[in-house]
């Protein structure tokens, strides 16, 4: 079974930064596409970004364009979310998930195209 195990949450002050990271279980050759994803209380699941684990397009969120960026660590076989000018907005719990190698998608947004999931991390943003 499938396992992601995501690190580096916490709790900062708006402006500071914070850096998720995203450690797949087994081989990462499983894996097509990893994608962070976030929740607030009361609110949907939100798409983030997302990076194929081979060259690709990457993807974000416009309310976090220009402030994450999404990265993979290919000999420590992880992707990281690197979280700059962290707002109040963003606090939300965090989470890394996967798309089956196995499996085509066309839409690297949607929650529900995505195989395999983590069990978050919580990112909270003081103003």
């Known amino acids: 079974q499938a396992q992601l195990v995501e690190s580096g949450g916490g709790l900062v002050q708006a402006g500071g930064s914070l850096r998720l990271s995203c450690a797949p279980s087994?081989?990462?050759?499983?894996?097509?596409?990893m994608g962070w994803f976030r929740q607030a209380p009361g609110k949907e699941r939100e798409f983030v970004a997302s990076?194929?684990?081979?060259?690709?397009?990457?993807y974000y969120a416009d309310s976090v364009q220009g402030r994450f960026t999404i990265s993979r660590d290919n000999a420590q076989n992880t992707v990281d979310l690197q979280m700059n000018s962290l707002e109040p907005e963003d606090t939300a719990v965090y989470s890394c998930a996967a798309v089956s190698l196995s499996r085509i998608v066309y839409s690297y947004t949607s929650p529900s195209n995505y195989d395999y999931w983590g069990q978050g991390t919580q990112v909270t943003v003081s103003s």
């Open positions: 990076i194929r684990w081979s060259a690709g397009p990457i």
């Open positions: 087994g081989s990462t050759f499983s894996y097509s596409v």
